[in-house]
């Protein structure tokens, strides 16, 4: 991972230009805006998850201090429009309307209800407590099977389902058949609990208008600041033309961020009512509430094999809950898993089905990975499984089924072409680093002396589709736009550059990379370039920053953007050296022609030049701009092989994680340093999902995990050191050969711990574990074992599709309820 | 309202406040330092620590009414004439922080820990930093980061910068 | 989120804040270090009318020694706990389990008296007052009183403490000589224990003389493991100790919460106290 003979500035750990604001204090976050005349929004939320709304009374909040106006939906109701959902993944999907503030009926614990305006958020927040709403109870859904049944109450009762929707996709074989000729068939459920992004900063949203001209100027916390111009404009009817939208300094979003949410309407509508600048600020308890919320499905998965450990077919029934109403892009997360169920491995069958279902709890959406960790993870258990009824190696049965480096490109059983990988590259590297045979030794020596804290070894090998993405693809898939990404780059006269991305960073270092891909190029100083982003008016055209993509897609964009410079400054090069163009060389920034190096321009110097126009040719026009929109030709495939090793106290249930090895193989790196970075950050995610975090419900749908102090992000304290490193096979998609970083931490992970526990305790007779892996659930595992509640592990040496495995989860009986049937006791 | 004096960051200011008003909200909303800023409402998250008559608080759970007297360090008080601290030298060098929102807190958390602990081992900053939440970094180069700035390697002997005192 | 608006004064002796509790009635609060104080407010779960801010009368500070007790203010921070030479001279396992206490800016905020008034059974140092047999000064308008440790955590968060009561100081008997372990058991560094264990130990022949066991988190409020630790008297080797251990839970309710079950934090409790003791008598 060292930056040795790296020559250009692609490939060099460049310290990051964003960070001398941030570690001084100098950051422009959402919340830091103050303006003249600054109103402050509170949002009143229902207590119930499922209620008709019988009276909203807001008048005894006008009698408090300091409180300027407050309103009911009903109040508010006229000139909204729907919240969009920008995804509608079938033709028959259901998609209710989604007020940006309840006016009848509130379908999740805190669903807004009620709004104040006041002086300053103390006034707001008091006056909140004044408003009288009466609520008529109606029953909760929850459990997401109990909620497909004929008679199961509903979520939108006018719609006469809680079914969203019921995605299918079936490729190659039929599943049927190659199950009939499979010598082995392994049956799993695995549970994707509810997780909370956490994001750092809270949300957060500032609407100044201008009310002379009707203009607007929205700051958001948020990832999509071009997709919410267009979609504000759209739900509040302003022109698009008379909104700007900023995205100041964001901190993290994690998906959570890529969302039009109900408070920027509410804001921008109530700045509009008022004619005054007005702000809302979410606390972390009421952004547990209302910012969406990620995962949450229950996976049935089928794989048939053969006795060798083939695999022949794979098939996946998914239910994903909605919750309360579909968001910006909610009915698409399961479906960018749907691809990634057979992940690196061959198979002649696949059978995928998604069904949505409504639920009276908070919306999910993307969160980290959005779909394809939940994918790999359920691939990632199950080839497990599938060694241990195999007696086979786990890394040995992965071996045998994945795609050989020289098979490159591939296209799966799932009809994606993966350009390039090198699975056995990245393992070879994974293993050293990991020491897996001295671990494996050492696990059976702890497995033969009984030890109470036992050694477990778990292995996650992983790609992913990022990149979004090829716009024609996201037709085929009934997504609402397109993949492609902006840039353009303004050469200013005094040789200065700026470099202006449609992407909109929150933590990604985009000002520092786009600098070192312009510098290349260009042969520019690194330090002469500015990047230019998250404002619609400075940088107008963009598709923003997710899914992996902003390298891949707004990163290659720059690269062409100023590929185009170059070009249009040799045309004026070659007026002002009097040489043709083909007699020029470009080198480190320089025009000189050949056979006369003494005869030489500077790009830089072509930009003043080009400014002062005083010396070129008719036709040619004075600027070497250039601007250059990508529509990435395929997703990138990033893919890499991690490796866990867990110390379980089979007393407490306790795990702790001894080691953490990491593979990745991302393509070409523009900065090794942000990579590894990138990588850290998701490793503590996919491990937190794994092992600490999770939205929980009670009974009557009110969150309980309800604060962070209930809701566990682990702490420096509770990760260990990782280990990381990297193969490099370039992407043949994209002239950088970059894929992508930003989840592969998340979704590789996740799997590799949950594996590692389960492989601890298999001597024990413990076949799962259900996330997050807590002391408790441990103990619990255990004690089902030990009670011959729980089958024992496999290597019975089954015929047939004997092997149909509740999975473990009668351990979970005890557990408030989420996605089995609600538990009947509350915290305590 | 309740009258108070308070030294930030080397000012003194006196106000009236209502005793409600979190320590957090007066630095950010009545004297504008938006530099510490606030992430959570429970004490956990730690975004939010300034120094406090020499030790770290959680500014959201200390009333503006209890620094009345005391004299308050914020992150925006560090650097000396642009000049930055060995901490937030280390910060930038060791890619400590990524969003950055959780890095006005881990300096001011990991400041405290190098006066009580000049040469912590990798293990006692992670101990220091558990009331510090970060999403990005996985806390990996934030540890890296604290350890260079005590002159010291980490356990992976990551490169580190000259032995500074923070 | 916002705290509720409240009066607030801010005595200079106890005497005045006595008065000014007194005046107030049920409901005032009492503001120490205000760290279990202000996520209450912060969460709208408290509203008090008066505040009475203790946190400058310089008599509830400090650590003496009175003959065979140690005597720590009140208003002594978790850090001032952690650090002071004679608390961890003769009342280590108050020391250590202070610093395992929430983190350290909490610790640098939070006071000894604060922690035991607020009376949260889940707080680690309410069974370690009741393992070291504490004794908790009070001033009231009627003058002082003294109340044993096993007297004062009367059920969930409330304490013996009149409303216009103060909690002065801390009185523990020094215990030389004994080991001391605190086993606290928690999913995440930061979170509250699911179960904590404090041991004390009189050793003897290279065994359990006699053994003082306080309970986190197993029940209403903290609790002695009082068969466990008749059944640790004369406990010779690791093997006797973990028979002992095994009544660690016996009289115990405690919760069903997001971490744990009631059966799950007994046999938490059995476990650790095993672990506790044996730590604590050097026998681990």
Redesign the interface.
């Known amino acids: 991972m060292t930056d040795q003979a790296v020559e250009g500035e692609v490939g060099r750990s460049r310290l990051r230009k964003e960070d001398a604001r941030l570690i001084t204090g100098q950051t422009n976050w959402t919340d830091n805006i103050q303006v003249a005349g600054l109103l402050h929004l509170a949002v009143l939320r229902s207590p119930m998850a499922h209620a008709r709304i019988t009276r909203v009374d807001v008048s005894p909040a006008l009698e408090r201090p300091g409180v300027v106006a407050a309103f009911s939906g009903a109040d508010l109701a006229e000139g909204l429009g729907s919240l969009p959902c920008a995804w509608p993944v079938t033709e028959d999907i259901v998609q209710p309307d989604h007020p940006p503030i309840a006016v009848e009926e509130v379908r999740y614990a805190g669903d807004p209800v009620a709004v104040v305006v006041a002086r300053d958020r103390y006034a707001a927040a008091d006056a909140l407590e004044a408003i009288e709403v009466d609520y008529d109870p109606l029953p909760p859904v929850l459990d997401l099977e109990a909620a497909l049944a004929q008679d199961a109450p509903l979520v939108h009762a006018d719609k006469g389902t809680n079914r969203c929707y019921t995605w299918p996709l079936a490729t190659g074989e039929s599943f049927d058949a190659v199950r009939e000729r499979a010598e082995v068939t392994l049956k799993r459920r695995y549970h994707q609990q509810r997780l909370i992004p956490n994001a750092m900063e809270p949300r957060a949203v500032v609407v100044t208008p201008l009310a002379a001209s009707g203009e607007y100027t929205v700051y958001s916390a948020t990832q999509i600041p071009h997709i919410l111009r267009i979609m504000l404009a759209t739900v509040t009817g302003i022109p698009e033309h008379k909104l700007r939208v900023i995205a100041p300094d964001v901190g993290g979003g994690f998906g959570s961020k890529l969302q039009v949410y109900g408070e920027e309407v509410l804001a921008l509508a109530v700045a509009r009512r008022l004619g005054r600048p007005v702000k809302w600020t979410e606390s972390r308890s009421e952004g547990y509430l209302a910012t969406h919320h990620g995962r949450g499905m229950i996976q049935d998965i089928e794989i048939a094999a053969t006795r060798e450990g083939r695999l022949l077919g794979l098939k996946v029934d998914l239910l994903a809950d909605m919750g309360a109403y579909l968001m910006l892009v909610t009915p698409g997360i399961p479906i960018l898993g749907a691809f990634m169920y057979p992940a690196i491995y061959k198979m002649d069958a696949y059978a995928f089905t998604c069904t949505g279902v409504f639920t009276t709890r908070t919306p999910t959406d993307a969160y980290r990975g959005a779909g394809r960790p939940e994918a790999t993870f359920a691939i990632e258990r199950t080839m497990d499984e599938l060694a241990v009824e195999l007696g086979l190696d786990p890394v040995e049965v992965r071996r045998r089924n994945w795609i050989r480096h020289e098979e490159f490109p591939y296209t799966t059983v799932a009809g994606l072409t993966y350009d390039s990988g090198n699975y056995e590259a990245a393992t070879e590297k994974a293993l050293a680093l990991f020491g897996y045979d001295d671990l494996r030794a050492e696990q059976r020596r702890r497995n033969e002396r009984g030890d109470t804290v036992r050694l477990g070894i778990g292995v996650s090998t992983f790609t992913e589709m990022c990149g979004l993405a090829p716009s024609r693809v996201l037709r085929d898939l009934r997504y609402g736009a397109g993949g492609w990404e902006a840039a353009s780059i303004r050469m200013l006269p005094t040789g200065k550059v700026e470099v202006v991305t449609g992407t909109s960073p929150h933590g990604q270092s985009h000002e520092t990379c786009w600098s070192q891909i312009a510098a290349d190029v260009l042969g520019v100083p690194f330090d002469d370039i500015e990047v230019v982003h998250g404002d619609t008016k400075a940088a107008p055209q963009g598709m923003d920053t997710y899914g992996s993509r902003s390298l891949a897609v707004g990163g290659e964009a720059v690269h062409r953007a100023a590929t185009t410079v170059v070009e249009k400054a040799r045309r004026v090069a070659a007026h002002l050296l009097e040489a043709s163009e083909q007699d020029l060389d470009f080198r480190d920034g320089v025009f000189s022609v050949k056979g006369s190096p003494e005869a030489r321009k500077t790009i830089q110097e072509i930009a003043f030049e080009t400014f002062t126009n005083h010396d070129l040719p008719d036709g040619v026009e004075p600027t070497i701009n250039a601007e250059h929109v990508v529509d990435p030709e395929n997703f990138s495939y990033p893919h890499g092989t991690h490796l866990c090793a867990v110390e379980v106290d089979t007393e407490t249930g306790k795990t702790t994680i001894r080691s953490y090895v990491s593979v990745d193989d991302v393509g070409r790196v523009v900065n090794p340093m942000i990579v590894e970075g990138q990588v850290h950050g998701g490793l503590a995610q996919g491990i937190a999902q794994a092992l600490y975090e999770e939205a929980v419900y009670d009974a009557e749908g009110n969150l309980v995990s309800g604060t962070m102090a209930d809701y566990l992000v682990p702490s420096a304290a509770d990760l260990p050191e990782f280990t990381t490193d990297r193969t490099e096979t370039p992407a043949a998609s994209n002239a950088l050969g970059v894929k992508g970083v930003g989840e592969a931490g998340t979704i590789a992970s996740t799997p590799a711990v949950v594996n590692a526990v389960v492989d601890a305790l298999r001597p024990l007779g413990v076949r799962d574990v259900r996330m997050p892996c807590s002391p408790h659930r441990v103990w619990q595992a255990i004690q089902e074992a030990r009670s011959g509640g729980a089958p024992a592990a496999g290597g019975t040496g089954g015929t047939g599709p004997a092997q149909s495995g509740q999975s473990g989860q009668a351990a979970q009986s005890g557990e408030l309820g989420q996605y089995g049937q609600p538990g009947e006791e509350g915290p305590a | 309202m ?1 009258h108070i004096s308070v030294k930030v960051d080397g000012t003194t200011y006196e106000d009236d406040v ?5 320590l957090a ?1 007066y630095l ?2 009545r004297l ?16 939010c ?1 300034v120094d ?1 008559d020499g ?4 500014s ?4 503006a ?2 620094a009345d007297g005391c004299e308050v360090t ?3 008080g ?2 000396r004439d642009g000049e ?1 601290t060995a901490l ?1 030298r280390a ?3 060791k ?1 400590g ?8 807190g881990m ?1 001011m ?1 990991a400041r ?2 190098l006066r009580e602990n000049p040469h912590p081992s ?1 293990d006692e ?19 890296r980061a604290v350890l260079a700035a005590s002159g010291q390697q ?3 002997g990551h490169q580190v910068s000259e032995g500074v005192t923070a | 989120m916002i705290p509720p608006a409240f009066e607030y004064t801010r005595p200079t002796s106890v005497d005045e804040a006595v008065r000014a509790l007194a005046g107030a009635g049920e409901e005032a609060k009492v503001l120490a270090g205000g760290q279990s104080l202000l996520p209450l407010l912060r969460l709208r779960l408290a509203f008090p009318e008066l505040v009475v801010d203790v946190g400058r009368i310089p008599e509830l500070r400090g650590v003496r020694e009175d003959g065979d007790a140690l005597v720590i203010g009140a208003l002594t921070t978790h850090h001032e706990v952690v650090h002071d030479p004679l608390v961890r001279a003769h009342a280590g396992l108050l020391a250590q389990a202070t610093a395992t206490v929430a983190d350290p800016a909490v610790r640098h905020r939070g006071t000894l008296g604060g922690s035991l008034a607020h009376a949260d059974p889940a707080g680690d140092l309410p069974a370690v007052a009741l393992a070291l047999d504490a004794e908790l000064v009070v001033a009231g308008p009627g003058g002082r009183r003294t109340i044993p440790a096993r007297e004062f955590f009367v059920d969930y968060l409330q304490s013996a403490l009149a409303p216009d009561e103060l909690l002065t100081e801390v009185r523990i008997p020094k215990r030389d000589g004994w080991g001391f372990h605190y086993e606290k058991f928690h999913p995440v560094a930061q979170s509250w224990a699911i179960v904590g264990v404090a041991a004390l130990v009189r050793r003897a022949d290279g065994g359990v003389a006699e053994a003082r066991v306080g309970l986190t988190n197993m029940g209403a409020t903290p609790l002695r493991a009082t068969t466990a630790e008749r059944e640790l008297a004369g406990a010779d080797d690791s093997a006797a100790v973990a028979r002992a251990a095994e009544a660690a839970a016996e009289g115990t309710r405690p919760s069903q919460d997001l971490s744990a079950s009631p059966e799950y934090r007994q046999h938490l409790a059995r476990v650790l106290t095993r672990r506790a003791v044996l730590t604590a008598a050097g026998m681990g």
């Open positions: 309740t209502e005793p409600r008003l979190l909200h950010r909303d504008g330092l938006t530099g510490t800023p606030i992430g959570c409402d429970t004490s956990n998250c730690g975004a620590t406090l030790a770290t608080v959680k959201c759970s200390v009333l009414v209890q914020t992150i925006q560090l650097a930055w937030q910060f930038h060098e890619h922080l990524q969003c950055g929102y959780c890095t006005p300096i958390a405290d820990l990798p900053v992670r101990k220091a930093l558990e009331g510090n939440l970060c999403r990005c970094t996985g806390y990996q180069n934030i540890v980490d356990a992976s």
